[in-house]
């Protein structure tokens, strides 16, 4: 403490009491009976997104001007934003906070943005040096496939990938039309993984020329196949001519650009795969007709697909099930019966029933069978272990026989591309922990998001960095004091005539100044986004700053432990715990 | 350039013209639209002021008086509870000698709730070390803002303008703005001798003992002392170069009469008439405008009164168990005197009655007919 100096009387003293010590000395930190600290924690978007994006970062690296960096973010995890950005069903989005707000992020919108703003930009990845580590056979270039390829090339394994077909792709280039997925998008971001070192062998189907059990040079191997045997009707007449599977037309559609079909066409079955063959008819400049034997609840197809088609002229009819075909004349009549919807079954949808004597006919000049797929299993080695038919795996990827692994889905019934990409990239890991030897399972809760079942790898490679809380941050513990409505920024949609016209995409990539509207909307849950609040509202100035900026750490010789960064913060970014007595 | 603006305008302008740094107000009626003149202007750019948000007035003054230390010219405005609300900052303001600069708009303080003039609210705050400025008209209200704010500075006293609810507030006059260029001339920026500077910590106003504190009240009082000059010098300043002065009190009417009526805020303009109307007549009257209450000019009060007979006072306020402020004022400052003319205290126009001339003529008509008032407290327009 200073000394005191003595006055003799008013004339000598200040106008005012005036200490030149100060009060550092009291270490009011001491009053303190609870801790701020700041944490980050997940986001629902985040956790919910079976890739595994980390979707808050990369919107803040938007919102900072910085969208390469926003694109790198992405790469971490998934090689496919440009494909994600546009075909995925972004559950994501119904996770979003912001949904209870107002309406949720366009987060599907924003990773399309930053796919496509990289690639004007020519972001391309580097090779990556292989030398020296166990060589990886992967059967199969689809999503899951080509992510397990990118994954492990980025782990220093050399990796091969087969494929049956002429093109790299799978699913992605075979199943998707390309008003939804154009053909240049898959190909940049598959020439992204190639470029890292991965080789592609084209036009070699394994179990015709090699078997697996003939990849002996090969360490270990992933099989991601795919499901693109379609799933007959089982009713009499199915197998006759003009007759097709909704996957075959896609894939010539896709091929060729074009495909013959009647002018009428009748489409059987509800799920996407329905949804792209009506509309790629309808473009064909045909007569698309869905007949779905539930009703418009219980259809697995997108709801936005279903709207677009609907736009489109595409017809739906609902409780409505094929039992027979019959040709007269090349003109096919389907025998159908009406249906009304009883109990729920075993999927929580309601169970379609026949209604008795309901039969009637349906012409069409082509008929369509997009009923569901189901996986080759011919060339599967034996032993491999199957279910349900898929085959059968553990937690991490691996199948009955060591050092096999399956993934996407030829594995699973959850058959979309996110999860492909994502079990694809959980097989890296576990191919890795199998040829280090490590527990994978172990490995993998490390790094699972929120409670999984996504997972980070960036957190594998990269342990201790941008550590994250598992908590997932839900809607009450935001402070909607600091947010305002706003309207969600929609992608431009071309017009109805144009769309029809031809397999142009119909959905165009947000502007910079859409995307930064849209990044701005962003709660940012659970992770601090330097809005300074705690700053602002520290009655005790122990926010610490660090050139200019947010330093996350909290002066704990002053902080008292009022709480007041932890109530003002908006998003959770500072959580707060009992200090140890 | 002359404009028709409110009481509140008023305001509004003479904090702009003063260049106010840092403005912390709450919002209360009547003094509502002065926050919103000033926030706006600030919201929109066009003055370039830091406005901070409180939640209290309580905070607006603790805010101010941070902003104040930090060496920049600080402003707010309020009323009734909102200053009532602010007591405890108040002697820290004037304490710690900051020289922020207040208006409050005279009004009633609850209960029964009423939100209309009375003098109240602001004498109630007496004790506080400010000192407080009555205006009488809205051109009296912007000058004495810009008069305040030298006073302030010179005397490091803080300073209370004060003025009538809705009589002023928010009823329009012709005003003249004086262009921002004289007044730059007249106020310059303000230059604090204590001001925080983080380069070289200091702690203010730190725990002093028994041994100083005393010291420390007489040199506040000795500053009070020293304002009836200081206030002097600004208003003659003022006066040559905008034509406009106001003095601590303002005595008209003729010279020797018999009657004196002091009065304060806007009922001294209505006094003008009735008083002129009388003398016309014959009646030996004449009025004193208070503008000062503290430091209370009981010099200029003394110099004014010699010779009067009877002294009238028209208190607009009331000290429950004692009467109206100012004619206890009035009575202890003659105390020591060799003249000590009786002192009629009415009370009139509390919760914003208004005080007729009717009213003012009766007061007058009582104090010529009585030797001495029958009763310390004399009810104008009472109805028992």
């Known amino acids: ?581 | 350039m002359k404009k028709v603006i409110t009481g509140n305008q008023a305001v509004a302008y003479g904090a702009i013209l003063s260049r106010v740094d840092v403005v912390s107000a709450y919002p209360i009626t009547p003094q509502t639209t002065i926050v919103e003149e000033l926030s706006e202007l600030i919201a929109s750019g066009r003055l370039r002021t830091k406005f901070l948000k409180v939640e209290s007035e309580h905070s607006a003054m603790a805010a101010l008086i941070g902003a104040s230390t930090g060496g920049v010219r600080c402003f707010t405005a309020t009323s009734s509870h909102g200053l009532a609300y602010m007591h405890e900052m108040l002697h820290w303001a004037s304490g710690a000698r900051l020289p922020i600069v207040m208006v409050n708009v005279n009004r009633a303080i609850g209960p029964p709730w009423n939100i209309w003039s009375d003098q109240s609210d602001s004498l109630s705050q007496r004790d506080t070390g400010w000192i407080q400025l009555y205006c009488e008209n809205n051109q009296e209200v912007l000058d004495t803002i810009l008069q305040a704010f030298r006073i302030a500075e010179w005397g490091k006293l803080p300073v209370m303008v004060v003025l009538d609810a809705f009589v002023l507030s928010h009823t329009s006059e012709a005003v003249e703005i004086p262009p921002l260029e004289e007044v730059d001339q007249f106020l310059p920026p303000y230059l604090q001798e204590y001001a925080i500077d983080t380069r070289e910590p200091m702690t203010f106003s730190v725990i002093t003992t028994p041994e100083y504190f005393l010291e420390f009240r007489y040199k506040i009082q000795k500053a009070m002392e020293e304002v009836p000059q200081i206030a002097k010098k600004v208003d003659e300043e003022f006066k040559s170069r905008f034509g406009r002065g106001y003095g601590a009190i303002e005595r008209y009417g003729k010279e020797g009469a018999e009657v004196l009526l002091m009065t304060s805020g806007t009922v001294t303009s209505t006094s003008r008439i009735v008083i002129q109307k009388l003398a016309e007549k014959g009646v030996s009257v004449a009025g004193i405008k208070i503008k000062r209450f503290r430091p209370f000019p009981s010099e200029e009060i003394y110099e004014a009164i010699r010779g009067a007979k009877k002294l009238a006072v028209i208190d607009r306020n009331l000290s429950a168990g004692v009467g109206g402020i100012f004619a206890q004022e009035l009575r202890a400052s003659l105390y020591s005197r060799e003249e000590r003319p009786p002192v009629f205290g009415f009370i009139s126009g509390l919760g914003g009655r208004d005080i007729t001339p009717e009213l003012i003529e009766e007061s007058i008509r009582y104090t010529r007919e009585h030797p001495r008032p029958e009763e310390e407290i004399l009810w104008l327009g009472l109805k028992r």
Not at chain 1, 128 to 148: H, L, N, R, W, Y
Not at chain 1, 315 to 335: A, Q, S
Request: glycine share 10%.
């Open chain 1, 1 to 581: 403490m200073s000394k005191q100096i003595q006055f003799k009387g008013a004339s000598e003293m200040p106008e005012i009491s005036i200490s030149r010590g100060h009060m550092d000395w009291n270490k009011t930190g001491a009053w303190r009976t609870q801790r701020p600290f700041y944490e980050d924690k997940t986001a629902p978007c985040n956790a919910a997104c079976p890739a595994g994006n980390d979707i808050v970062s990369f919107i803040q690296k938007i919102n900072q001007g910085d969208v390469e960096g926003a694109w790198s973010l992405i790469q971490e995890e998934n090689p496919f934003p440009g494909v994600c950005g546009r075909v995925c069903f972004h559950p994501c989005e119904s996770k979003c906070n912001r949904g209870q707000f107002d309406e949720p992020i366009a987060i599907h919108a924003l990773e399309r943005f930053v796919a496509d703003f990289a690639s004007q930009r020519s972001k391309k990845v580097e090779k990556i040096s292989t030398q020296g580590k166990e060589k990886i056979a992967i059967i199969g270039s689809g999503p899951a496939g080509m992510s397990c390829a990118y994954h492990l090339a980025r782990l220093h394994y050399p990796v091969t990938v087969f494929e049956s077909q002429t093109l790299a792709g799978g699913m992605l280039r075979m199943g998707i039309p390309s008003y939804r997925l154009p053909k240049d998008v898959l190909d940049r971001e598959i020439s992204n993984i190639t470029s890292l070192g991965v080789a592609v062998r084209t036009g070699v189907p394994i179990g015709e020329k090699i078997q697996v059990e003939a990849l002996n040079d090969y360490q270990a191997v992933f099989i991601a196949t795919g499901a693109h045997l379609s799933r007959g009707l089982k009713i009499p007449g199915e197998k006759g001519r003009g007759i097709l599977s909704g996957l075959d037309l896609l894939k010539k559609i896709n091929l060729t650009g074009k495909a013959k079909v009647g002018e009428r066409v009748a489409i059987i079955g509800g799920g996407n795969t329905a949804m792209d063959v009506a509309r790629s008819v309808i473009r064909l400049r045909k007569k698309a007709t869905i007949l779905y034997r539930r009703s418009t609840e219980e259809m697995p197809a997108f709801e936005e697909e279903i709207v677009e088609a609907l736009e489109e002229g595409v017809k739906i009819r609902y409780l409505v099930n094929p039992i027979g075909i019959k040709e007269k004349n090349g003109l096919k009549r389907l025998e159908c019966l009406r249906m009304e919807l009883g109990e729920k079954d075993e999927s929580g949808r309601r169970k379609p029933e026949p209604i008795p004597n309901s039969n009637f006919f349906i012409e069409a000049d082509s008929i369509i069978v997009a009923a569901g797929e189901e996986i080759e299993t011919s060339f599967l080695p034996k032993g491999i272990g199957k279910r349900e038919g898929i085959v059968l795996t553990q937690m991490d990827g691996r199948t009955a026989i060591e050092g096999i692994f399956a993934g996407g889905d030829v594995a699973t019934t959850q058959r979309t591309v996110a999860y492909a990409i994502g079990s694809g990239k959980k097989a890296a890991m576990a191919i890795d922990c199998y040829l280090r030897s490590k527990n994978s399972e172990e490995a993998i809760r490390q790094i699972l998001i929120g409670d999984g079942p996504s997972l980070s790898i960036f957190r594998y490679l990269n342990p201790g960095e941008r550590p994250r809380n598992s908590h997932i941050v839900d809607f009450e513990e935001l402070n909607m004091d600091y947010f305002e409505p706003s309207k969600r920024q929609g992608e431009e949609k071309r017009p109805l005539r144009e769309r029809k016209k031809g397999f142009g995409e119909v959905t165009s990539t947000l502007t910079k100044e859409a995307a930064l509207r849209e990044g701005e909307r962003c709660f940012s849950c659970g992770t601090c986004n330097e809005c300074e609040n705690c700053y602002i509202f520290c009655p005790d100035a122990s926010i610490l700053m660090r050139e200019g900026k947010i330093f996350h750490q909290v002066d704990y010789d002053f902080c008292k432990g009022c709480g007041v960064c932890f109530v003002e913060c908006p998003r959770r970014a500072i959580s707060l715990e009992e200090e140890a007595r």
